[in-house]
């Protein structure tokens, strides 16, 4: 029953797109026909995915697609059906948010049925891949994906730099698929088939499973974002329409996740230290390169964009300390490292997809993406405003929100190394899982420092240009979508013990093991080792906060006479005007400071002298460009390398049909002496 | 709800209670040791309290455009600082506040209240709220790694991150010196200076210097908005004293819910913050407060003999702790 459920989800967002034709040029009813059945299917989805996470379901199937031998091999279990509620939740808000967002391309010189086409088929395709069950289904659902999502990408095709951005981030995505096909390939050669049952079965040596990991690691890895593959990823999550950059950033990103676990986990079901060592170290870099990148960002689409790698490197950290502890033969503390990155990938799903549509409706009431242009938005747009503060507050790890729990269990799982014994690889990995931990630490703090500056900037202090400060809300609908996200931040945040108790049948199905202690203190303790070791009681915080506030209101609020306004200090010279704030890049300077080596900033000044005795300039020109490593020093000369041997192999190409004949003639001497040469031994 | 266990939440609600009311008067004594270091007329002890009182009473005055986020703050600031209070271990240890939140947690408050502090910083739209809102997060950045680290070598030497538990570990053990904690200790104190905005980092006395954090963000606040924050502020320095105090020589704290004990408990925790706050003003005096830019110098340092804390625990000093 779940399973059809699930399929039910999987053909209504893939016919979605169709449910437009009926209308015509009723653009509006078009569009919420549309939107009823993404909705439709993102309820399905939380539906299916809950059921079978909640039962700890494995229900099978198969359909009559593919090859002769090999139909579509399907299992809906409780790993699946968690992504299912994941990607529900998600495409449920984009789905309310979305026919008043699209308003804004109404009138765009683009059919607006290749997006919606492209969305059903981009949603349908994640679904399936959660769903899949051999490697062949797999890939087509996984390129159904990469592809409709790249004509999302590319949808303001007439704009060079979208254009740019869809080719990269295509590119990106098919070198990471042939990864994934090679890590298939190797399990499908010891599995002797390609179901993922037969695959999980295969006995691999530990040398073809360690093969397996890294392209496992690299494929998934490079669609996630991982560092140093990341560069594509603040191309091309920007540019596409805002739900669709929330759909990308904060579901597409977690389907990698997915597949990386099932494959680490579910098909190859052995656990290695230095993978995990390798996980951790990739992890924390990417936390620490994705939140130093997003702080010297202005624009605050490719912010959210940079931000996401870095919650991709917690949670690759999280499954870093997973796996190291799963190798040194402690199972229950490698389940709660997986449980701290299933949690965090959750939560990420949760605010990205917030600050998404947040950001969209930000650029959809103001047309400005630049941060500098904005500012004084919380008056304008208040609902938009709160709800935005609470997705900043959540990815900032801040308690009593969602983020808080799952960083807090990362740094539960971090904080047993000292059980690691004996060995000298063991002092190695209890000296460096702390300074993982410190890498952790150093991200939150940036991560607070990062969505200050993007709030503050945005929607505090005064609107730096005219058409910001004729801002207006944004229709019910949008605020829904959000209102929505913005909740199961909370939810999440103040019930951790219920979600983790519900993540139970998960951890059973991959590693066998459950937490027992986590949950063992009722639902308002939080204790995941033991009551002694670690505990946290989200709910009695949130109640105090509560409190707190009532008794303010109580006590001064009711009381006090209403404030008086007065002109904010302007130091007695008067004249305080909106340019004299502080901006966004001023915002990131000191940390531009403090962490140089991380960018590679090209800063210049150029003053033009004026013509008075006093020498004071006529003209200050300051051009900061902050540029990102991984494309100079990845990127750019693996083009420059792909480019130089075109061009040699290109001059094979001679264009002359003698010399064409010349190399089919020497060909067929080759084989022939080849041939000669094998016959004679 | 068991007699008992009443009694035990209510103590536990006093010591937090108490710990705020009196934050202040550490302030005070602070202020007077240091009047007394410099040869200056002090002003009385509970000088603080009248300051507060005094604020609470007056008129709150906003900037023009101040909108509901720039009203809302001083309470999540002080709703922070107060739990944050509840969950630190003042005089007695077994209290059932302590669960509610481990160290991490505690953290997580304080950078709760520096998220509000900082956004209200930009809420008005002054050069000087944003100069102190930018300058503030850099400090906090670099300061809540270093903070995290110091309290990891003892959270992993007494295998709980819960401050009560680590307590107790510390009680129990005996005087052993620890190279660990040893390092931890002076980590935490050069964060606890840089995080309550002390000199070298920051200069609390002044309204007037360019290079200010804290009083830069909160130049705007006036009347009982002003004083939530500014006794948050004092609680905050309480807490950091008490933290520092009680996990590196707990001594003296109730470790069973007799009059007695809790009397001694009180007295000891009363004579520690008496002591490092006389300690804080020959810091104080002693050095002149620091460029902006040699600040994250300073805390990198901080960082570093934290990191020098947890390894030297985890290569020398795991022996014998098992799961």
């Known amino acids: ?681 | 709800m068991t007699a008992h266990a009443f009694l035990v939440w209510a103590l536990a609600l006093v010591q937090a209670l108490a710990l705020a009311a009196a934050a202040p008067l550490l302030a005070g004594w602070i202020k007077r040791v240091k009047c007394a270091s410099q040869n200056r007329a002090a002003p009385p002890l509970w000088q603080p309290y009248r300051d507060l009182a005094k604020l609470l009473r007056k008129e709150v005055v906003l900037a023009e455009n101040a909108s509901w986020l720039f009203r809302a703050a001083p309470y999540v600031v002080f709703a922070a600082t107060l739990l944050a209070a509840a969950a630190v271990p003042v005089f007695a240890v077994d209290l059932p506040t302590a669960a509610i939140a481990d160290v991490i947690v505690i953290a997580g408050f304080f950078a709760l209240a520096r998220f509000f502090t900082a956004l209200a910083g930009l809420d008005i739209g002054t050069a000087f709220g944003g100069m102190g809102s930018a300058r503030e997060m850099m400090v906090g950045a670099l300061a809540e790694p270093a903070m995290l680290m110091a309290v990891f070598t003892l959270a992993m030497t007494a295998n709980s991150t819960n401050v009560a538990t680590v307590v107790d570990y510390v009680l129990n053990a005996g005087l052993v010196l620890r190279p660990s904690f040893l390092f931890a200790l002076l980590a935490l104190a050069m964060v606890a200076v840089a995080e309550t905005g002390r000199i070298p980092v920051d200069n609390p006395a002044t309204h007037l210097e360019l290079t200010m954090l804290h009083e830069a963000m909160i130049l705007e606040y006036t009347g009982r908005h002003l004083a939530l924050i500014e006794w948050a502020s004092q609680i905050k320095l309480a807490i950091y004293a008490v933290l520092v105090a009680n996990l590196f020589l707990p001594w003296g704290i109730a470790q069973e819910l007799a009059p007695a004990a809790l009397g001694l408990g009180v007295l000891a925790v009363a004579a520690k913050l008496a002591a490092l706050g006389a300690v804080l003003v020959v810091w104080e005096t002693v050095l002149a407060k620091m460029r902006l830019f040699r600040v994250p110098q300073f805390l990198g340092f901080a960082f570093l003999l934290a990191l020098l804390g947890v390894l030297t625990f985890v290569v020398l000093e795991t022996a014998g702790v098992n799961a």
């Open chain 1, 1 to 681: 029953m779940a399973l059809t459920l699930a399929y039910l989800a999987i053909l209504v967002a893939a016919v979605s797109g169709l449910a437009a034709l009926p209308f015509g040029t009723r653009r509006r009813l078009a569009q919420r026909a549309v939107f009823l059945l993404l909705a439709a299917s993102g309820a399905l989805a939380i539906a299916a995915g809950a059921w079978a996470l909640g039962a700890g379901l494995e229900q099978r199937g198969e359909i009559a697609l593919g090859l002769p031998w090999l139909h579509w091999q399907m299992r809906l279990d409780a790993l699946s059906g968690f992504f299912y509620v994941l990607i529900g939740v998600v495409v449920l808000a984009a789905s309310l948010y979305g026919p008043g967002y699209l308003r804004e391309y109404e009138r765009a010189p683009r059919p607006i049925a290749v997006l919606h086409l492209a969305t059903g088929i981009f949603v349908a395709g994640m679904l399936l891949v959660v769903l899949a069950d051999d490697a062949l289904s797999f890939m087509i659902a996984w390129e159904l994906m990469s592809v409709a999502s790249y004509l999302l990408v590319t949808f303001e095709h007439e704009r060079g730099a979208n254009r740019r951005a869809g080719f990269l981030y295509l590119l990106m995505a098919h070198v990471g698929a042939l990864a994934i096909l090679l890590a298939f390939g190797v399990l499908a050669a010891f599995g002797g088939g390609f179901t993922f049952a037969q695959m999980a079965a295969g006995e691999l040596t530990p040398l073809w499973a360690t093969v397996a990991f890294a392209f496992a690691l690299a494929g998934f890895g490079a669609k996630a974002g991982l560092v140093p593959l990341h560069a594509w990823l603040p191309e091309a999550h920007p540019v596409a329409p805002s739900h669709v950059s929330a759909l990308m950033s904060g579901v597409m990103l977690k389907v990698a996740i997915y597949g990386f676990v099932r494959v680490t986990y579910g098909l190859i079901g052995q656990y290695y230290w230095g993978w995990g060592l390798l996980l951790l170290v990739l992890g924390a870099a990417s936390a620490l390169a994705g939140v130093l990148y997003a702080i010297q960002q202005n624009e605050l689409k490719r912010l959210l964009a940079y931000s996401s790698i870095e919650n991709v490197g917690i949670v690759f950290l999280g499954l870093g300390l997973s796996l190291i502890f799963l190798g040194t033969g402690q199972p229950v503390l490698g389940t709660l490292g997986l449980v701290a990155a299933l949690y965090h990938a959750f939560n990420h799903a949760l605010f990205k997809g917030l600050l998404f549509l947040g950001a969209g409706a930000v650029i959809m009431r103001t047309h400005e993406r630049d941060l500098e242009h904005m500012g004084g938005l919380i008056r304008r747009m208040p609902v938009t405003a709160g709800l935005f503060l609470v997705g900043s507050i959540a990815i900032s790890a801040l308690p009593p929100f969602n983020g808080f729990v799952s960083e807090w269990l990362t740094f539960q799982t971090a904080l047993r190394a000292p059980v690691l014994d004996g060995g000298v690889e063991t002092a190695v990995l209890r000296s460096l899982i702390p300074l993982a931990a410190a890498a952790l630490a150093l991200t939150g703090a940036l991560a607070a420092a990062c969505f200050i500056k993007a709030y503050g900037i945005a929607f505090l202090g005064r609107p730096r240009t005219r058409h910001v400060a004729r801002a207006r809300e944004v229709s019910r609908g949008m605020l829904a979508g959000m209102a929505l996200l913005a909740g199961g931040c909370l939810l999440l945040g103040v019930l951790p013990t219920p979600v983790i108790a519900a993540l139970a049948p998960l951890t059973r199905l991959l590693l066998d093991v459950q937490l027992p202690q986590a949950t063992a203190s009722g639902w308002l303790w939080l204790t995941p080792v033991a009551p002694s070791v670690a505990s946290y009681s989200a709910p009695l915080v949130a109640f105090a906060i509560a409190l707190v506030f009532a008794l303010g209101y109580v006590l001064f609020k009711r009381r006090a006479k209403p404030p008086r306004y007065t002109p904010a200090w302007d130091c007695g010279f008067g004249g305080l005007t909106a340019r004299m704030q502080y901006s966004s890049t001023g915002f990131a300077m000191p940390m531009r400071r403090v962490f140089a080596p991380a960018w590679r900033i090209e800063e210049r000044v150029e003053t033009t002298p004026g013509p008075d005795a006093l020498g004071r300039p006529r003209a200050i020109r300051h051009a900061l460009h902050v540029l990102d490593w991984s494309w100079l020093k990845a990127y750019v000369p693996i083009g420059r390398l792909v480019l130089a041997a075109a061009r040699r192999i290109g001059a094979l190409q001679a264009g002359s049909i003698h010399t064409y004949l010349v190399y089919s003639f020497v060909t067929l001497l080759v084989l022939l002496v080849v041939q000669w040469l094998v016959g004679a031994a």
